[in-house]
């Protein structure tokens, strides 16, 4: 741990001045009859009554149609009509600008002093040139010192002091310090650092998790660390996970080709196996050494509690060489792991080819046991990777377990969407949607199937009838989680009855559920919208028609 006497003693570069801008203007809570005077009687007007604001609008008029520019577009509008968005034009920042199909997406986040504050959103959504809806979600009369008395340098140590930061442990700097407004709430603001630190933990008596992805709050002015958040995603796990290359605990194991695997061939180079498991590389006449392990272009498997597994092998140029890795060389958590997770990653391009959120060599961490103090009955995405773990206490291993697979992948996809904005962790969304994810890559609603070793049992059903705002759930997170999960399972049934055939409606759900995260919904009422949205065809979305 940082000597506390040094951290305090950093405290004294505190600044004395003041910079409080000029007052700015008011801006009290958005009235429908200012919005329809604006933007036409008709307009559909929803907003938030906890903060005043104009949360989702659906404007009956577009008086700046002609102008090309969709974002010099949102801002005239901003412009034009500033107690509306409360916010003038010149106090925000674009952070998102999309397009996918017909729909453009812009999200701004309203500054102050240049600084956006963090809770802020101001959506368009575009189709055709046509001002489909907007939403301003802004934090009126901000009146605070913009100028930090502590720095990011400070705040860093600070940060590290407290969470005990140790590079010889392999922790890392996960987010540098980044400055905002923070708003806890209407009138109540604070300019401070956000900044992430990765930490490894030793102590199984004082941690939970083996892991903290930590993303904190230090007010920049008084140096107070005023929220740690650990962003390191759990699954309860209750059931099992077993085999080789199978999609269930209690399947039957089948030889399936292993993709993107890299080849290293020595003094020569390497290659990586194509959809097929094929590879070939030119090697000369001269006799090389072949290895191959389960690491590849998009993901790299570490067993705990055994060796990993590894093959080489001395092959003369001409000859072929085949790999099998089956239980002589490997265990079934390897293999069934690097299957999986590559699937979902080919799942989310093929819908998506411009999404590189997961193209990187993702870490998965199999066979976990009794060293990590959450196992048994467990998986986790920690922010960089997936965290599956070995069998035990009546429960399957889930690096085993595909749709477990899956829905700890989904975490990492949903993170990377929605960024720069964080994942819905409170809202249950983010276990919905990884919930969902397993449910149509298996073509089942049985989430965990076997995952309390009796096949047919099932961890979560998207045949739920949990209804919002799920009251019931207390606020639990996998509960208020089936929401989502189960509207968006019955969009998948509606959409295969609709066109006809289970290939056509799954992949049209499952597009629709990708393109709705572009929106980053926080709601289950915003997820719909955001489904809409992206299903419209003729940039009216008051019509309320899909797929006309």
């Not at 987010?175 to 900044?195: C, K, M, T």
């Not at 933990?201 to 660390?225: C, M, Q, T």
């Not at 959120?357 to 920690?382: F, H, K, Q, R, T």
């Amino acid at each position: 741990m940082k000597n506390a006497a040094l951290i305090l003693s950093l405290l004294i570069i505190l600044r004395a001045d003041n910079s409080e801008l000029s007052t700015p203007a008011h801006y009290g809570p958005v009235s429908a009859v200012r919005i329809q005077s604006e933007f036409g009687e008709q307009s559909i007007i929803s907003t938030d009554p906890a903060l005043g604001s104009a949360h989702r609008i659906f404007p009956q008029n577009d008086t700046h149609s002609q102008e090309a520019d969709l974002i010099q577009r949102s801002i005239k509008y901003i412009k034009d009509s500033p107690d509306i968005f409360r916010t003038p034009a010149d106090e925000i920042k674009l952070e998102i600008q999309e397009k996918y199909g017909n729909v453009v997406y812009l999200i701004f986040r309203q500054t102050y002093g240049q600084i956006p504050v963090y809770q802020s959103r101001i959506d368009f959504r575009y189709s055709k040139n046509k001002l489909m809806w907007f939403g301003a979600d802004t934090y009126p009369d901000i009146n605070i010192d913009v100028i930090p008395q502590i720095d990011s340098d400070v705040a860093l140590l600070l940060a590290e002091g407290v969470l005990e930061f140790d590079l010889e442990n392999e922790d890392f700097i996960a987010d540098e310090p980044v400055l905002f407004i923070y708003a806890h709430s209407l009138g109540n603001y604070r300019l401070a650092w956000q900044l992430g630190l990765f930490i490894h933990h030793d102590d199984p008596d004082r941690f939970e998790r083996s892991v903290s992805n930590y993303l904190i709050w230090i007010d920049a002015h008084s140096g107070e660390i005023f929220s740690i958040l650990d962003r390191v995603e759990e699954l309860e796990i209750q059931g099992t996970i077993t085999g080789k290359v199978k999609d269930v605990p209690y399947g039957t194991e089948t030889q399936r080709p292993l993709e993107d695997m890299k080849v290293v061939v020595a003094n020569v180079g390497n290659t990586y196996t194509d959809e097929n498991g094929y590879y070939s590389i030119e090697a000369g006449t001269t006799q090389r050494q072949v290895s191959v392990e389960l690491l590849g272009t998009y993901l790299n498997v570490n067993a705990s509690n055994t060796s990993d597994a590894y093959v080489t092998s001395a092959v003369t140029p001409g000859d072929t060489f085949n790999v099998h890795f089956d239980n002589l060389n490997s265990i079934s958590g390897e293999r069934d792991t690097y299957f999986h997770a590559n699937l979902i990653h080919d799942w989310i391009k093929d819908i998506d080819f411009s999404f590189n959120g997961a193209d990187y060599i993702m870490p998965a961490a199999v066979n976990i046991g009794s060293e990590d103090a959450l196992w048994p009955c467990n998986a986790y995405w920690d922010g960089y990777g997936i965290n599956m773990f070995s069998a035990g206490g009546g429960c399957s291993a889930t690096d085993q377990m595909a749709d477990v697979i899956y829905h700890e992948y989904q975490h990492g996809i949903t993170q990377f969407a929605y960024n720069p904005f964080d994942s819905p962790y409170t809202s249950g969304m983010g276990e919905g949607f990884s919930d969902y994810t397993g449910m149509t890559l298996r073509n089942s609603p049985c989430l965990g199937d076997a995952f309390f070793g009796t096949p047919g049992s099932c961890l979560r059903d998207g045949e739920n009838t949990l209804q919002y705002p799920g009251n019931e759930c207390s606020g639990s997170v996998h509960c208020l989680g089936q929401l989502s999960m189960g509207s968006l399972w019955q969009m998948r049934k509606n959409l295969i009855t609709s066109f006809g055939d289970t290939l056509s409606g799954a992949a049209h759900a499952d597009s629709l559920f990708r393109f709705a995260m572009v929106g980053r919904p926080y709601t289950v009422p915003d997820l719909l919208i955001e489904v809409l949205t992206a299903d419209d065809n003729d940039g009216n979305i008051l019509n309320w028609f899909i797929d006309d």
